[in-house]
């Protein structure tokens, strides 16, 4: 059962006595009835490997997919951060949830009918989030329904605007488009109608306090609203555009609020994301519209980074499902720069980065409307490498055939390869430039040795994030725990040899006694009953450690079962020894020589 993070480790029963009870027969119905392949490949893409499945790890950041999901097991395991458990304990750490919560969570989405408690309560934090996504879905079918419904001339002024944009009936209900009302309180007024707060509409980020009068007013008015949801489908915010470019700003979003943080999400990649998996590339734009446009012609790999430059969040968020990005933005001075603020970004988490260029003043929108989706992929498959299209941009700020011009160009892009991980691929693209630029490489080579000394001087290295079995485990211990996780028929042939207290490592110690309770209750006991009683991380990922280790690595079961036990049995008598002989040494000193016979006597007895 589930995976309990350290920010939540605490025995399960009191968990589910402080959240609420959920009865024995759900909880397993639901982990019986969960597939952890299709739960996990809903956050990050699942490649088959064998008879399991790997990905790039979601907890950390790596380049060389470690992440190992055993659809028979139904466990995961990270080998490169060391984090494993079953479905629960995913989401519980994916969604921040606890147990109870990761129950329902779950249930909800097999159809499963877990019973209400009244002692059930959630944390106010957890509370205000959930509230303020049922807010935000009321008020997305609100302007979705003005907008398919409404007779107003407003509206019918905005469906007008839309078609001429290429956009029709399907994709309007697709995004779930709306528009917000001409007026001051229209939406205040149909959310309090269903016994909604002000307070909490305000904290939704709905409505905007009146600076000179008590009360508030719609934040979002005569404009076409663009749903933003997170991957699971939530309404988290909302960006709203008016018609009418003199109309003020051209686009308004919600605040930050509990539910929503600017620079977490990409728009429209909770459609896309099987497909950006499927592909193994995204195509990052700007804007709503340049995201809706290509995706109504066919680009299913497509996400928009909701009108900024990539943030580290974003950049892990798509590296969920692939490690190759085309990043194409508007052709303006703006989106140019966007680009270029994002690839230092993209490097540092070890994306794979090429950028693509329209005709001059187009966008994403406007190119394929008018040019067609087979114009739109060849631009695609024609995208600069980042070394190109960095050169491009530094040389129409410097001159590149200036001593200064070539000085300030070399000294930007060094930087940027200073910051590949690969010592081939820094060497390569410095030869590169010093082509470019035709300057000696042992000129260029030299001076980038100074920008990674300059580098390495302010940038701290990044902790090392690792999951290790105690120091103080044997081999023999960790070995013989692997086979009790394999085969529980050895478990029986073990207790017959050794005892819990011969596992002096207390991780190891912990698993094994969860293990020795198991046996007394049942001969068939599974992974997940047993991860159902530990309560701390570092136990439950060195299961779903050994677990994922490939059978053939452990030998001969029989072989390794002797050797285990033997080499137990000798390290208990090591102990016994040394514990005698220090009692001997003691009783000595004392000249208590009654006791000191008795201690000679168990020494030889031991010796025999």
């Known amino acids: 059962m589930p995976l309990l993070p350290k920010f939540c480790i605490r025995l399960v029963s009191n968990l589910v006595s402080n959240m609420g009870l959920i009865p024995n027969e759900i909880i397993n119905q639901v982990i019986e009835r969960s597939d952890i392949v299709e739960i996990i490949g809903n956050y990050t893409a699942l490649k088959k490997a064998g008879r399991n499945f790997k990905a790039l790890c979601p907890f950390h950041n790596e380049k060389t997919p470690s992440f190992v999901v055993n659809p028979d097991k139904q466990i995961f395991h990270c080998f490169g951060c060391g984090v494993g458990g079953n479905a629960l304990g995913f989401l519980m750490r994916q969604e921040h949830l606890e147990f109870p919560e990761a129950v329902r969570f779950l249930a909800n989405k097999l159809g499963i009918v877990v019973p209400e408690d009244q002692s059930t309560v959630p944390s106010p934090s957890r509370q205000l989030r959930e509230e303020i996504l049922k807010v935000n879905a009321l008020a997305a079918a609100f302007f979705h329904d003005i907008l398919l419904t409404s007779h107003e001339p407003d509206v019918k002024g905005a469906r007008d605007y839309l078609k001429g944009r290429g956009v029709n009936l399907e994709t309007v209900k697709k995004f779930q488009l709306g528009f917000a009302p001409n007026e001051w309180d229209a939406l205040l007024k149909y959310l309090k109608s269903k016994g909604i707060s002000e ?83 995204i195509i990052v734009v700007e804007g709503y519209m340049d995201m809706i446009m290509p995706y109504i012609h066919g680009v299913e790999n497509i996400a928009a980074s909701l009108g900024t430059a990539l943030t580290p969040e974003q950049i892990r968020l798509i590296r969920r499902y692939t490690p190759n990005v085309v990043m194409l933005f508007d052709t303006d001075t703006a989106g140019q720069s966007a680009i270029v603020r994002s690839l230092d970004l993209l490097i540092d988490e070890g994306m794979n980065v090429r950028v693509a260029t329209l005709a001059q003043d187009a966008d994403p929108d406007s190119f394929i409307r008018q040019q067609g989706v087979e114009a739109f992929h060849a631009r695609i498959d024609s995208a600069q490498s980042i070394l190109d299209f960095k050169f491009n941009w530094l040389g129409s700020q410097y001159d590149p055939v200036t001593v200064e011009g070539k000085s300030k160009i070399a000294q930007e892009l060094l930087g940027t390869i200073a910051r590949f991980k690969s010592e081939v691929s820094k060497y390569e693209l410095t030869k590169a430039l010093a082509q470019k630029l035709n300057i000696p490489e042992g000129v260029l080579l030299k001076q980038a040795g100074q920008v990674k000394s300059q580098q390495a001087s302010f940038k701290a290295p990044e902790p090392e994030v690792e999951i290790k079995v105690s120091a103080s485990a044997s081999a023999g211990q960790e070995l013989l725990l692997a086979l009790f996780l394999k085969d529980p028929a050895w478990v029986r042939s073990g207790r017959e040899n050794i005892g819990p ?13 969860v293990i020795w309770s198991l046996a007394d209750e049942k001969n068939d006991w599974s992974t997940n009953d047993l991860l159902v009683r530990l309560n701390d991380e570092a136990a439950q990922s060195l299961v779903t450690k050994f677990i994922s280790v490939d059978d053939g690595k452990l030998g001969d079961p029989a072989l390794v079962f002797q050797d285990c036990i033997g080499k137990i049995r000798k390290e208990k008598q090591k102990k016994a020894r040394g514990h005698l002989m220090e009692a001997i040494r003691q009783a000595e000193a004392l000249k208590d020589t009654e006791k000191l016979d008795q201690l000679r006597e168990q020494f030889n007895q031991l010796l025999k």
Request: net charge positive; proline share 3%; hydrophobic share 40%.
């Open 199 to 281: 307070e909490l509409i305000h904290s939704a980020g709905l409505i905007i306090a009146r600076e000179e009068k008590r009360g508030f007013y719609d934040r979002f008015r005569n404009r076409i609203v663009f749903p933003i949801l997170d991957i699971q489908s939530r309404f988290v915010a909302f960006g709203a555009r008016t018609m009418q470019d003199s109309e003020g700003a051209k686009y308004i979003n919600s605040p930050e609020t509990a539910v929503y943080t600017k620079g977490q999400h990409m728009f429209g990649l909770q459609l896309t994301k099987n497909a950006v998996g499927k592909l193994d590339r």
């Open 501 to 513: 207290e011969d596992f002096p490592d207390g991780l190891v110690r912990q698993v094994v006694d």
